[in-house]
């Protein structure tokens, strides 16, 4: 699909169409299926200080706790028995010999845990090529790093200085060169982003290096930097682009997994289940122990649960 045609749908020009057809597109590859991964955010503890994120270094507000081994083994059991046979491990960036351990030790256990059945995909940040390959070959499969935008001026209004578009891209090949199934994807609403930017995403993300993609409204979280800066899109408004943009990538990229995001259902319950209609075909339910859920707490809102009886637990 070329740029206008691209923009021309993101404005709204022709949402029936647009619609129909990324159904369509949905339904011949992956019928009426939803993929369930668990998703469990391991701590929330962060060295960064990312201009939008909730649990950012300097919010001193948020109260920071991290999972040890034995309490994921019994959450991933869980899971497992409750017919899961994937599960997502995320959490906030730390770069050390001692958390390149503790997700080695999280990977090993869940692997040997399911005898191998289990699928894992790490969401665990920035690191360099020599821990991306030890974890890759403790047995993770896949990885999630968030370009957040593809813009490289937008990048740089919405991280600090110390966090570079170019690395972050380079980071993104290395993980697909060592042969995970990597994930990429952006916020939609940002402040100063338009629907040009977000066209420029859908070429960036439609990639065939990239086998996943994860997107979804950006929601103000007020103790955070970008609280302040103004977006040109309303909350409603942003819940329209999140969809227009999975229904136009899953027509780009008709094998991509596409999630359904929490953020989308955060704004809108409703909306995360249309994005799995029109396109999306993963969803991530939260399998965190629920004392910790309100602590992983990215934006305002930020739903901890799935309501299944909205979706079928097929
Ligand atoms: N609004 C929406 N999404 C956010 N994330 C972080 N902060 C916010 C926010 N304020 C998303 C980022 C990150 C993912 C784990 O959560 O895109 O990659």
Redesign the pocket.
């Known amino acids: 699909m070329n740029r206008d045609k691209i923009l021309g749908y993101l404005r709204g020009e022709n949402d029936e169409e647009l619609f129909a057809r990324s159904a369509e597109v949905r339904s011949e590859s992956f019928g009426e299926e939803v993929y369930f991964r668990g998703l469990v955010e391991l701590s929330n503890v962060c060295a960064c200080n990312?201009l939008?994120?909730?649990i950012r270094k300097s919010n001193h507000l948020a109260e920071r706790y991290t999972l040890d081994l034995q309490t994921v083994k019994n959450t991933v059991a869980a899971a497992y028995e409750d017919g899961y046979r994937a599960v997502v491990l995320?959490c906030g960036e730390l770069r050390s010999d001692r958390f390149t351990q503790y997700i080695t030790d999280m990977v090993r256990m869940i692997k040997e845990l399911s005898r191998d059945e289990i699928v894992i995909t790490l969401?665990c940040g920035e690191q360099s090529e020599e821990v991306y390959r030890t974890w890759r070959e403790a047995g993770a499969d896949k990885y999630l790093l968030?370009i957040?935008s593809s813009d490289p001026v937008l990048f740089a209004k919405i991280h600090p200085a110390e966090i570079d578009y170019t690395e972050r891209k380079n980071r993104l090949y290395t993980l697909s060169s060592l042969g995970f199934m990597t994930g990429t994807?952006v916020?939609i609403g940002l402040p100063h982003q338009t629907v040009e930017t977000l066209a420029d995403d859908l070429i960036f993300i439609s990639d065939s290096r990239f086998g996943m993609c994860g997107m979804?409204?950006?929601?103000?979280?007020k103790e955070?930097p970008l609280f302040a800066q103004k977006s040109n899109f309303s909350t409603d408004e942003r819940v329209t682009l999140t969809l227009r943009m999975i229904a136009i990538l899953r027509i780009m990229r008709p094998d991509m997994n596409i999630a359904s995001s929490t953020?989308l259902g955060s704004l809108r319950p409703a909306a995360r289940i249309s994005a799995l209609k029109i396109g999306a075909n993963v969803i991530m339910p939260n399998i965190t122990p629920t004392e910790c859920r309100k602590n992983y707490d990215?934006?305002e809102g930020k739903i901890s649960d799935l309501d299944l009886s909205k979706v079928g637990k097929k």
Do not use: W
Not at 216 to 221: C, K
């Open positions: 990312c939008y994120c909730g995320q969401s968030r957040e994807g916020m979804g409204p950006y929601i103000e979280h955070t953020a990215l934006y």
